[in-house]
């Protein structure tokens, strides 16, 4: 769900940004830099949660990380905050990705990889369009200061479906690398 929300941010940052904040392209590229620092920072210290904390443990961590940054900006609508949450955004996202991966790996196959990958694939583009469209109908009639609730609530849909992910898929054993 992270990066269902991200690809939702592209389209709710800007507009956000303008009529909500304000403000200008400048922050829109600050907040972009931020994210790319968050994401990088992430990339760092990735390894090391993976290790200490195991891999289940590490996405549910940033999947509630990616909600407390997104609702954020439901209780303070600054630029500063923007930025705070984008590098949020940044880390646990690339934390979720990389922690996922890391799961996937240890639970299926390398003969079925490939296939695997493209149907879940599949579902993160059904579900990045549901959202978006969902998204288009909405805010044609709701005014635009209540987008990051929107986001929020999808964002929250990530640890509902991690639960119920965690009671059905048991965390695998994957050494450390």
Partial sequence: MPFVCIMLL??????????????DAKVLAAASVCYTAGAVLSGGLSGR?????????????????FVFSTALLLVFSHT???????????????????????IMMGIVENH???RFTAHVQKWTMFIRTAVIVGFSVSFLSIPYDYSFWYVCVI????????WGRRAVVKEPNVPAR
């Fill in 10 to 23: 592209n389209i709710v940052k800007p507009v956000f940004i303008s009529d909500v904040l304000l403000a």
């Fill in 49 to 65: 949660f993976l290790i200490r904390f195991g891999s289940f443990n590490t996405l549910a961590f940033a999947v509630w990380g």
């Fill in 80 to 102: 500063h905050v923007l930025y705070a949450a984008s590098v949020g955004w940044g880390i646990f996202n690339s934390l979720a990705r990389i922690s996922n991966q890391t």
């Fill in 112 to 114: 079925v990889m490939g």
């Fill in 155 to 162: 964002a929250l849909l990530g640890p509902l479906l991690l």
